[in-house]
T-cell receptor
Framework: DQQVKQNSPSLSVQEGRISILNCDYT??????FLWYKKYPAEGPTFLIS?????DKNEDGRFTVFLNKSAKHLSLHIVPSQPGDSAVYFC????????????FGRGTSLIVHP | DSGVTQTPKHLITATGQRVTLRCSPR?????VYWYQQSLDQGLQFLIQ???????AKGNILERFSAQQFPDLHSELNLSSLELGDSALYFC???????????FGPGTRLTVL
């Protein structure tokens, strides 16, 4: 049973527009959420995170929104750039547990020039 | 470059064989994690070591084992390999258990 779901395997966006990547989770014990970005032939790299005490966290062009009641988070990239083309993984952890993140299957983002 | 190194980059072997994947964590990181990514799957956590001791276990098969050595490098041993073991295997490290993880480039294992 997938506890972290990324229901869109892929997303295609025009350069300069907004990219919105979505993630849903089922485990109500999750209270810390992360997004990782992965280029081909490389390992995932940490992008941005959010604690459940917040509903928004911003870092430059990247903003993560958390809706705890809906058990939903989203990553917004504005404006999107061709270099953002990568696979984005959503992950969730229980801070009172082992801190081992549970990952979604990823969304492949393609930003067209 | 995350500072985490994994060798080899690619490994092709046959069913029934045994292989060892190696990981060197970032300098100073005490925690090492192993993940498996099969086709179209997310990263599945296998096992974590912290300063030489096993700390957490995920969906790791009995045919798989790992260890972390005194110099903090880690090895993942996969035995009696099956076709379904073909995957990308990632190692990650962190300074402590609750810190951001830094991933290596992965080892692509192909079992024929």
């Amino acid at each position: 049973d997938q506890q972290v779901k990324q229901n869109s395997p892929s997303l295609s966006v025009q350069e300069g527009r907004i990219s919105i990547l979505n993630c849903d989770y089922t485990n109500s014990m999750f209270d810390y959420f992360l997004w990782y970005k992965k280029y081909p032939a490389e390992g995932p790299t940490f992008l941005i995170s959010i604690s459940s005490i917040k509903d928004k966290n911003e870092d430059g062009r990247f903003t993560v929104f958390l809706n705890k009641s809906a058990k939903h988070l989203s990553l917004h990239i504005v404006p999107s750039q061709p270099g953002d083309s990568a696979v984005y993984f959503c992950a969730a952890t229980e801070s009172g547990g082992s801190y081992i993140p549970t990952f979604g299957r990823g969304t492949s983002l393609i930003v067209h020039p | 470059d995350s500072g985490v190194t994994q060798t080899p980059k690619h490994l092709i072997t046959a069913t029934g064989q045994r292989v060892t994947l190696r990981c060197s964590p970032r300098s100073g990181d005490l925690s090492v994690y192993w993940y498996q990514q099969s086709l179209d799957q997310g990263l599945q956590f296998l096992i974590q070591y912290y300063n030489g001791e096993e700390r957490a276990k995920g969906n790791i098969l009995e045919r798989f084992s790992a260890q972390q050595f005194p110099d903090l490098h880690s090895e993942l041993n996969l035995s009696s390999l099956e076709l379904g073991d073909s995957a990308l295997y990632f190692c990650a490290s962190s300074a402590r258990q609750n810190n951001e993880q830094f991933f290596g480039p992965g080892t692509r294992l192909t079992v024929l």
